[in-house]
């Protein structure tokens, strides 16, 4: 070994000095240990302490004031969001939009509308259009159901509310799924003539509390015109 390698090393027996770093930890560790045994001594010179019974019947019998407390302070900022303009802005929007109808076609033809025909009751009515044509959500609500039903093919039932729900069959394709919310005006499905039909068109359903509604009448009061086929965003 040259004398380079021999710098900073002991010779013979003896032990290589303890690098600085190691030191350094050392002294640290024997620190905190230090610490920790005067901590341990402290808390066993403590005395013990016992819950006073009172003081807990004090806290238990403040529990229902400071309950009471919260739901006033509550109820003080719920009555202020009320009396803000802000939220009484999003009740109006809330409310507008849940009164929002729009015809779910543009430019269709009524192929078979609402009433008694030759052999049954016509509980909707059809709008003819080309196969292929999307057609759209006439008011926003949840979707009951989205599957084929029978004599109205692929079929789609909204739950508007208020014990109103809206039915469109003879899809081609269906564009949402059952529990999905949608909004007045949403791409739903695709006109086609699935089910029980004779040509391309989409069958239209209005039910309030589980009778149908003619949708021409129905409609009116909404500013809707489904026979000269007008609505709220018509130009």
């Known amino acids: ?15 290589a000095p303890t690098p600085p770093r190691a030191r350094y930890a050392a002294v640290v560790t024997t620190a905190f240990v230090g610490a920790g045994m005067v901590a341990i001594g402290a808390a066993s010179a403590l005395p013990d302490v016992k819950a006073d019974p009172s003081a807990l019947a004090a806290l238990n019998n403040a529990a229902p004031g ?3 407390d919260f739901a006033g302070r509550q109820a003080a900022i719920d009555r202020a969001n009320r009396s803000d303009p802000r939220a009484a802005t999003q009740t109006s929007t809330d409310q507008a939009a849940a009164n929002l109808w729009l015809l779910p076609l543009k430019h269709y033809t009524i192929s078979a509308p609402f009433g008694q025909h030759t052999d049954s009751l016509h509980q909707g009515v059809n709008l003819a259009v080309p196969e292929g044509t999307a057609y759209y959500a006439a008011h926003g609500g949840v979707v009951k159901l989205a599957r084929y ?53 989409l069958y239209f359903e209005i039910r309030v509390n589980d009778k149908p509604v003619n949708p021409e009448t129905y409609l009116k009061q909404f500013t809707l015109d489904i026979v000269h086929g007008t609505d709220a965003l018509s130009s």
């Open 66 to 68: 400071t309950a009471a």
């Open 1 to 15: 070994m040259s004398s380079r390698e021999d710098n900073g090393r002991y010779r013979g027996r003896r032990r």
């Open 149 to 201: 039903n029978g004599v109205l093919g692929y079929t789609i039932v909204i739950d508007a509310g208020n014990g109103i729900m809206v039915t469109y069959g003879h899809s081609a394709k269906l564009l949402v799924h059952e529990g999905q919310v949608v909004r007045a005006g949403d791409a739903i499905g695709v006109v086609g003539s699935s089910g029980y039909t004779f040509d391309n068109a």
